[in-house]
């Protein structure tokens, strides 16, 4: 073998996930924190920014400025322009059928209580069941709690297995003709654990229930095709795919869409108003209430092109190394216990140290400049299925890197040190 | 490394480590649950008062280093005190924590003194001052839950 045809060879199995590349996007992963390099590794809770998203943001405010849906005036129609290619883009990134079912609401949280509000009052009755799981964030518990309180349902939810795993077995034997919806995450924000979905909604459609995927995790590291997982709602936040906060989207499916009432009155929802009668607008606009956060909806869709230019497959590659590296070097610190250890997983890690209180393990990598969140994780019935007050959780992203897991490790071995 | 030192220091170590007075309490007076929601700090704090005397202090529960060990410090501090000489250690703990530990003397402090490291890292302050919240409320004759928020 020539030294030129090994070169040839080589090149073309080397990996195109440009991880410098993508950090240099990120303008504040160059500064410091107490005085150390950053190593963020939050991105369960909330994203970094490209530069890409900033400036159009900046450049919305600069230049396009203008309400929507409104004026016959230039700006206005810039703005409303923008503000609609934004929908585009988010059904072309969910693959939805039609742009009629890509809502804008304030984030994940929003959108789920819309779902909760306008089809779970018009929809669920006494003694019908609710089906949630064990492992579901706050935003995905609260609303279905208030809903079943207000109607008399049920609120049942899927038990997890001690690896962080849903028991789909026992899944399936809960579903029954009074169950009229299932509400679950497409990845778990504490655990990791990436939900079997494509089989639990097909179980679901089978007893006649409908779905709804809280998606704040699933999107910033999967690729989500919503037709071809038939889930019938889909719910996502801005913040946690490198977008804006105060964004995000609610996927419905036309027809149920459709058929609900309108959640928030208001502006912009309406085609005609009469104190005798009001007449709601078409979809999507019937839930839009009032003037949308056009600057954060065109700042998403600059995020979703940024991380559909990467390629959500390389990302999840990228990301699955990393977890993959990341959990063989924490596994290796000795009293560290892994919290969660499903065999399909985002790349979330939670960990517990023995002896140390994961608020003092924060505050310690924190003096390393190394951000990682510490608490329940708005989960706190999971906290207490798995008998822990809190856990640590190091999250990764599209930027992070494997001298970042082992400044994490070596972070670690600090608190170990100081607690001796 | 410094500052954590500062924070972590010796008694707090060793108190977190070997709390004092970390047990329920038959026959207290009072009890008084505290709690922190944002990482999940959960303390109950027995008080048993005879008269205007604190006989005895004792809590049970779980939290950080810096909670477990102010409560075991606050609880060996307080006992045998009148509830006015709580409530002074009370603001002169509150002071030290927040920063404004200028009017202070080393006699004021005593013990407390380990955790002047506190008043650097705000995010750790409600974890130093939920048992002595618990304290004040259950000397106050209340038996509610106290919550830092």
């Known amino acids: 073998m020539t030294s030129s045809s090994f070169i040839v060879h080589r090149s073309s199995f080397i990996d195109p996930y440009d991880v410098e590349k993508i950090r240099g996007d990120f303008p504040i992963l160059q500064r410091t924190a107490r005085g150390k390099h950053l190593v963020y590794l939050d991105n369960a809770a909330t994203t970094q920014k490209p530069q890409q998203v900033i400036d159009r943001i900046v450049?919305?405010?600069?230049?396009?400025?203008?309400?929507?849906?409104?004026?016959?005036?230039?700006?206005?129609?810039?703005?409303?322009?923008?503000?609609?290619?934004?929908?585009?883009?988010?059904?072309?990134?969910?693959?939805?059928?039609?742009?009629?079912?890509?809502?804008?609401?304030?984030?994940?949280?929003?959108?789920?209580?819309?779902?909760?509000?306008?089809?779970?009052?018009?929809?669920?009755?006494?003694?019908?069941?609710?089906?949630?799981?064990?492992?579901?964030?706050?935003?995905?518990?609260?609303?279905?709690?208030?809903?079943?309180?207000?109607?008399?349902?049920?609120?049942?939810?899927?038990?997890?297995?001690?690896?962080?795993?849903?028991?789909?077995?026992e899944y399936e034997r809960m579903l029954n003709p009074r169950v009229k919806l299932v509400a679950i995450g497409h990845a778990s924000n504490a655990l990791g654990t990436i939900n079997p979905l494509e089989r639990m909604i097909a179980a679901a459609h089978a007893a006649g229930a409908l779905v709804l995927i809280d998606g704040a995790q699933g999107v910033p590291h999967l690729r989500v095709d919503v037709q071809e997982l038939g889930c019938d709602f889909y719910a996502f936040s801005g913040h946690k795919v490198y977008g804006p906060t105060g964004v995000g989207v609610l996927y419905g499916r036309e027809a149920l869409l459709d058929a609900m009432p309108p959640w928030q009155g208001g502006g912009d929802m309406i085609l005609s108003v009469s104190f005798e009668k009001t007449t709601w607008n078409a979809l999507p606009y019937k839930f839009e209430a009032g003037t949308p956060n056009i600057a954060g909806v065109?700042?998403?869709?600059?995020?979703?092109d940024y991380v559909s230019a990467i390629g959500l497959d390389a990302i999840n590659a990228y990301e699955l190394d990393l977890q993959r590296y990341a959990t063989q070097q924490l596994r290796e610190i000795e009293g560290l216990r892994l919290i969660g250890t499903a065999r399909e997983k985002a790349a979330v890690i939670s960990f517990v140290l023995e002896g140390v209180h994961p608020h003092d393990i924060g505050t310690i990598l924190d003096q390393e400049g190394i951000a990682v969140r510490t608490g329940h994780h708005c989960a706190q019935p999971l906290m207490m299925r798995f008998n822990v007050p809190a856990t640590g959780r190091a999250s990764f992203g599209i930027y992070n890197t494997r001298e970042e897991a082992d400044a994490l490790v070596a972070g670690l071995h600090k608190v170990i040190e100081v607690f001796r | 490394m410094s500052d954590l030192r500062e924070l972590y220091q010796q008694v707090i170590l060793d108190h977190n480590k070997n709390p004092r007075n970390f047990h329920e309490m038959?026959?207290?007076?009072?009890?008084?649950?505290?709690?922190?929601?944002?990482?999940?700090?959960?303390?109950?704090?027995?008080?048993?008062?005879?008269?205007?005397?604190?006989?005895?202090?004792?809590?049970?529960?779980?939290?950080?280093?810096?909670?477990?060990?102010?409560?075991s410090v606050m609880s060996s501090t307080v006992k045998g005190k009148s509830k006015e000489e709580a409530g002074s250690l009370f603001d002169t703990f509150h002071q030290l924590v927040t920063g404004d530990a200028s009017g202070l003397s080393a006699a004021d402090l005593g013990r407390l003194a380990a955790f002047s490291g506190v008043s650097e890292f705000p995010a750790r302050v409600k974890c130093a001052t939920l048992a002595w919240h618990s304290l004040k409320s259950a000397l106050e004759g209340n038996d509610e839950k106290v919550t830092t928020e």
């Open chain 1, 59 to 169: 450049r919305y405010y600069t230049e396009e400025n203008s309400n929507v849906h409104r004026g016959v005036h230039y700006l206005s129609e810039v703005a409303t322009m923008h503000y609609e290619n934004a929908r585009g883009v988010v059904k072309r990134f969910l693959n939805a059928r039609s742009e009629k079912e890509i809502v804008f609401t304030r984030g994940t949280t929003e959108s789920i209580n819309l779902v909760a509000q306008a089809w779970g009052r018009a929809n669920v009755r006494e003694g019908d069941e609710i089906l949630i799981s064990a492992i579901e964030h706050h935003s995905n518990i609260v609303p279905w709690q208030m809903l079943c309180e207000e109607k008399r349902a049920n609120l049942r939810v899927i038990p997890v297995a001690d690896n962080g795993e849903l028991q789909i077995d």
């Open chain 1, 298 to 304: 065109i700042g998403l869709a600059t995020a979703l």
């Open chain 2, 26 to 71: 038959a026959g207290a007076t009072r009890h008084v649950d505290g709690y922190n929601p944002l990482c999940g700090d959960h303390y109950t704090v027995f008080v048993r008062i005879d008269g205007d005397t604190i006989q005895d202090v004792s809590f049970t529960g779980n939290g950080c280093a810096i909670s477990k060990a102010s409560a």
